[in-house]
T-cell receptor, first 114, second 114 residues
Framework: DAGITQSPRHKVTETGTPVTLRCHQTENHRYMYWYRQDPGHGLRLIHYSYGVKDTDKGEVSDGYSVSRSKTEDFLLTLESATSSQTSVYFC?????????????FGEGSRLTVL | AQTVTQSQPEMSVQEAETVTLSCTYDTSENNYYLFWYKQPPSRQMILVIRQEAYKQQNATENRFSVNFQKAAKSFSLKISDSQLGDTAMYFCAFMFVGTDKLIFGTGTRLQVFP
């Protein structure tokens, strides 16, 4: 299994509070991604990173920010959580030398915003 | 925008039988990859099979094969000799060559019965 760890795995929070999800990899892969998974929508890309301090938006980036200060860590922050951000969040990594479409996924972080 | 459509939200098959999951996509480009990912009930997603659009030969991985119809923009997954461990959500995905973002369909939940 690819060395990807997400934390926390489960979190319940209240509307308006900040939340940070962490993705840690031990594979030294350049590309890292945050997806959210919702019934009827499949997986939708939130943000991704193609190197330290290099990030870009995905299709559902509103309300989320990311940071990558080290190759191994990619943080997803909800500055002020809303109920619409209740979801399962997946981190993924891809390709030590470039994007190939073969993503290795973490186990997911289930976030509930009350 | 590129879209990936999986029109079968749920399917079931008896063990040892064959099942085909459908996927269609929409793009005006010629150079892309297509994928099928599997998400078992444990939730960690894994790559099942990958197809380069420039290859006419359909990809095969053991019991999993695809029927790639480029003109029809169709990419179905055939699972032969279905096993209980094939029970999972299956996602079709698309990526342009030279980009680093996967676009996923909404998924098909497959149940394999004994």
């Amino acid at each position: 299994d690819a060395g990807i760890t997400q934390s926390p795995r489960h979190k319940v929070t209240e509307t308006g509070t900040p939340v940070t999800l962490r993705c840690h990899q031990t594979e030294n892969h350049r590309y890292m991604y945050w997806y959210r998974q919702d019934p009827g929508h499949g997986l939708r890309l939130i943000h991704y990173s193609y190197g330290v301090k290099d990030t870009d938006k995905g299709e559902v980036s509103d309300g989320y920010s990311v940071s990558r200060s080290k190759t191994e860590d990619f943080l997803l922050t909800l500055e002020s959580a809303t109920s619409s951000q209740t979801s399962v969040y997946f981190c993924a990594i891809s390709g030590s030398s470039g994007p190939t479409g073969e993503l290795f996924f973490g186990e997911g972080s289930r976030l509930t915003v009350l | 925008a590129q879209t990936v459509t999986q029109s079968q939200p749920e399917m079931s098959v008896q063990e040892a039988e064959t099942v085909t999951l459908s996927c269609t996509y929409d793009t005006s480009e010629n150079n892309y990859y297509l994928f099928w990912y599997k998400q078992p009930p444990s939730r960690q997603m894994i790559l099942v099979i990958r197809q380069e659009a420039y290859k006419q030969q359909n990809a095969t991985e053991n019991r999993f094969s695809v029927n790639f119809q480029k003109a029809a923009k169709s990419f179905s997954l055939k699972i032969s000799d279905s096993q209980l461990g094939d029970t999972a959500m299956y996602f079709c995905a698309f990526m342009f060559v030279g980009t680093d973002k996967l676009i996923f369909g909404t998924g098909t939940r497959l149940q394999v019965f004994p």
